[in-house]
């Protein structure tokens, strides 16, 4: 069992920054790779980026490309996503992910994912 625990939101004005933390627990970390989701109300989850298990290969959407940098510390068992630029849009529950399988890949979907955190708010006021 996987266990991963998100931190690092809150209230930013737009144009401020925030950096999300997740630790994990409860295998290798550094066989996985990870991703950020994100969910706004009344919206699908979506993905936000990803990390291979190496940290050779990243991958965002569109939207953030450019503002938002994802990063592991494999010897802290963590993953970080920081938040630059910040918009209104931004605003959502962001949760963590780890991949279900141990490939040095890129996962962008919901169904690669097999463990998740509980999520962590972040709101960007205008």
């Known amino acids: 069992q996987v266990q991963l625990v998100e931190s690092g939101g809150g209230l930013v004005q737009a144009g401020g920054s925030l950096r999300l933390s997740c630790a994990a627990s409860?295998?290798?970390?550094?066989?996985?790779?990870m991703g950020w989701f994100r969910q706004a109300p009344g919206k699908e989850r979506e993905f936000v980026a990803a990390?291979?298990?190496?940290?050779?290969?990243?991958y965002y959407r569109d939207s953030v490309k450019g503002r938002f940098t994802i990063s592991r510390d494999n010897a802290k068992n963590t993953v970080y996503l920081r938040m630059n630029s910040l918009k209104p849009e931004d605003t959502a529950v962001y949760y963590c992910?780890?991949?279900?399988?141990?490939?040095?890949?890129?996962?962008?979907?919901?169904?690669?994912?097999?463990?998740w955190g509980q999520g962590t708010q972040v709101t960007v006021s205008s």
């Open positions: 992910a780890a991949d279900g399988i141990p490939l040095d890949r890129i996962a962008t979907t919901t169904y690669e994912y097999t463990y």
């Open positions: 409860g295998r290798t970390f550094s066989s996985y790779g």
């Open positions: 990390i291979s298990r190496s940290g050779g290969s990243i």
